[in-house]
T-cell receptor, first 112, second 116 residues
Framework: DAKTTQPNSMESNEEEPVHLPCNHS???????IHWYRQLPSQGPEYVIH???SNVNNRMASLAIAEDRKSSTLILHRATLRDAAVYYC?????????????FGQGTELSVKP | GAGVSQSPRYKVAKRGQDVALRCDPI?????LFWYQQALGQGPEFLTY????????KSGLPSDRFFAERPEGSVSTLKIQRTQQEDSAVYLC??????????????FGEGSRLTVL
């Protein structure tokens, strides 16, 4: 599976936008870009996914570079409840069962 | 609506004991995954079931780890002769679809195993 690179940690102020970057220079044409987050003492939860076009949902937006070698998860107004580890994951058509391969993720802290 | 349920939430075992961890996936979900998460690390894939068939067990760290899903719903992860390095949170996830690129995985809260 192609690998992703994320900063280990980021800080944000409450009610400000947050841009979480992810590099995936070896992405293949059929890889979807998925984001999950893990709040303290909980299992990961789905945030958003995309292939080529930018995507929006109620939780976040996903901006995908034109060459697909990087993407950015955007939280429009960070709240204290958004403090979590955010994982950027590539999911391949050829990946048995669609298992997710997690990296280290980015630990986001939100200051009041 | 029930999510993925795991039990026990916490388990303390003495080194050498056998443990069994249970996962109740969301009803109707075809795919089931087990992950191991050490402290401060991302989850590591262990094994995958499609219905009752175990299609991928490439992540199981040793033959002391065994998983089953005999009727295609509830799954059990068994660890024999536990060792201290088995201490971790064990996460179960289920997914409705077998479409591998896009189906959302739903995770349980995990079972925290501590081996003394």
């Amino acid at each position: 599976d192609a690998k992703t690179t994320q900063p280990n940690s980021m800080e944000s102020n409450e009610e400000e936008p947050v841009h979480l970057p992810c590099n995936h220079s070896t992405i293949s044409g059929t890889d979807y870009i998925h984001w999950y987050r893990q709040l303290p003492s909980q299992g990961p939860e789905y945030v958003i996914h995309g292939l080529t076009s930018n995507v929006n949902n109620r939780m976040a937006s996903l901006a995908i570079a034109e060459d697909r070698k990087s993407s950015t998860l955007i939280l429009h107004r960070a709240t204290l409840r958004d403090a979590a580890v955010y994982y950027c994951i590539l999911r391949s058509t050829y990946n048995q069962g669609g298992k997710l391969i997690f990296g280290q993720g980015t630990e986001l802290s939100v200051k009041p | 609506g029930a999510g993925v349920s795991q039990s026990p939430r916490y388990k303390v075992a003495k080194r050498g004991q056998d443990v069994a961890l249970r996962c109740d996936p969301i009803s109707g979900h075809v795919s089931l995954f087990w992950y191991q998460q050490a402290l401060g690390q991302g989850p590591e894939f262990l094994t995958y079931f499609q219905n009752e068939a175990q299609l991928d067990k490439s992540g199981l760290p040793s033959d002391r780890f065994f998983a089953e899903r005999p009727e295609g719903s509830v799954s059990t992860l068994k660890i024999q002769r536990t060792q201290q390095e088995d201490s971790a949170v064990y996460l179960c996830a289920s997914s409705l679809k077998t479409i591998v690129n896009t189906g959302e995985l739903f995770f349980g809260e995990g079972s925290r195993l501590t081996v003394l």
